[in-house]
């Protein structure tokens, strides 16, 4: 990793700019410096060079020492322990804002619903949601967007959460109770909605609803509780169907799910689901469109 990018994300912890590049030169020398050279070192100004590593001292990332005839010297916290001690404030400050946001926040007036425009907000904002699982969390997707929501969902179980998902095709490591979908294949289910749908629920307060094609993706999240209901309903019909399923034999139910009138009037529209998620989410409609077929629904 590249100095520039270490200052970057020191200054993503809290120090300012030229905190981070007086911190880095300190470090890089190993030997205590004095403010000349330090400017020197790190491109900050000899006119805040003191100002800076006054406040290094004040933060406790750097110590003055006495250099002799030399004057006064400055010599870096090691920076394993700058990072154990950060991460110990970090994590007080939120136990502190855990405990006190909520007593300052007002009732809600208003249900947020706003747009996705690609993967990576996408599976940004399903992470926020999976985050604040505190009772359950509700999972539906392919494994492409499943796996990376994982490492949240295991530490929401190992805290409580009681976590349901259904994963369209092979999952070898799944989390918390997880149903395969069986009854249709997952090439089946995707052309039938016309893309790799993602559903994220948490406490049944707020959900993120999304599709993915290819590394092209659009959808919602919202805490108005009736998408929010609709969500857990998908999620929980899909893992009720197959309880039911296993209780038919193989061959009966796959004849009755091919040819039952109702179950293909149902099915007689294939994409329109991508279709829709993109338009909702102010994309251009050139998704899938409508299309007859009778293959299995999702």
């Not at 520039?4 to 905190?19: A, D, K, P």
């Not at 690609?118 to 494994?143: H, K, N, Q």
Request: proline content about 6%; overall charge negative; aromatic content about 6%.
């Amino acid at each position: 990793m590249s100095q520039q990018r270490v200052i970057e994300e020191l200054q993503r912890l809290g120090m300012s700019g030229y905190e981070a590049k007086a911190y880095v030169a300190l470090v890089a020398a190993g030997a205590p410096l004095n403010g000349y050279e330090v400017a020197k070192r790190s491109g900050v100004p000899r006119s805040t060079v003191y100002e800076t590593l006054g406040k290094l001292v004040g933060r406790g990332a750097a110590y003055e020492v006495r250099l002799g005839d030399a004057g006064v010297g400055y010599i870096s916290l090691p920076p394993m322990s700058l990072l154990d001690r950060m991460r110990r404030e970090f994590d007080q400050s939120i136990s502190t804002l855990r405990e006190s946001l909520p007593e300052v926040a007002s009732p809600t007036q208003v249900r947020l619903i706003h747009n996705l425009t690609d993967r990576s907000s996408l599976l940004t904002r399903a992470e926020d949601v999976v985050a604040a699982a505190r009772r359950d969390l509700f999972l539906s997707g392919w494994p492409a967007e499943i796996e990376p929501l994982k490492p949240l969902a295991r530490r929401a179980e190992a805290d409580g959460v009681d976590v349901s998902a259904v994963v369209f095709g092979d999952d070898p490591d799944p989390v918390g109770h997880t149903t395969q979908h069986r009854f249709s294949s997952p090439k089946v289910a995707l052309e039938n909605l016309g893309c790799r749908l993602l559903v994220v629920v948490a406490d049944r307060e707020q959900a993120v609803i999304g599709g993915v094609i290819n590394d092209d993706a659009w959808g919602v999240y919202t805490d108005d509780p009736a998408v929010v209901l609709v969500a857990v309903e998908y999620v929980r019909h899909d893992i009720a169907m197959h309880l039911i399923v296993e209780k038919f034999a193989a061959e009966d139910f796959e004849t009755f799910w091919k040819s039952d009138p109702a179950l293909l009037r149902l099915r007689a529209d294939h994409g329109a689901p991508a279709t829709l998620l993109r338009r909702g989410a102010g994309a251009p409609p050139t998704g899938p469109g409508r299309r007859r077929g009778t293959d299995t629904p999702r």
